[in-house]
């Protein structure tokens, strides 16, 4: 079974950057899908950025793409979310969830999902 651990959030300011990473263990690690869901003040969950089992396709929210970059380390069976040009609108608890069909798509059947870690953008 794969569990899944947030870090990296905090506070910073607007145009700041943070880096987020999440920590999985289990051996089938590598067989998931993973990416990043945010829930801001009054906002439902959404999805944030994917990727594949591989690496080697990504999938952005229009809302951060240019800005957010996800990548993997299946070697070190960690996620991370490079977070650039932040805006107060991206304040949320940030969740790491796997998707064990493999695909990492905004869709894909997340069924894995950690605690979350709170992110805040001061104006």
């Known amino acids: 079974q794969v569990q899944l651990v947030e870090s990296g959030g905090g506070l910073v300011q607007a145009g700041g950057s943070l880096r987020l990473s999440c920590a999985a263990s289990?051996?089938?690690?590598?067989?998931?899908?993973m990416a990043w869901f945010r829930q801001g003040p009054g906002k439902e969950r959404e999805f944030v950025a994917g990727?594949?089992?591989?690496?080697?396709?990504?999938y952005y929210a229009d809302s951060v793409l240019g800005r957010f970059t996800i990548s993997r380390d299946n070697a070190k069976n960690t996620v991370s979310l490079q977070m650039n040009t932040l805006k107060p609108e991206d304040t949320a608890v940030y969740y790491c969830a796997g998707d064990h069909l493999g695909m990492g798509y905004p869709s894909g059947s997340y069924d894995v999902w950690g605690q979350g870690t709170q992110v805040t953008v001061s104006s």
């Open positions: 289990g051996r089938t690690f590598s067989s998931y899908g």
């Open positions: 990727i594949g089992w591989i690496g080697g396709r990504t």
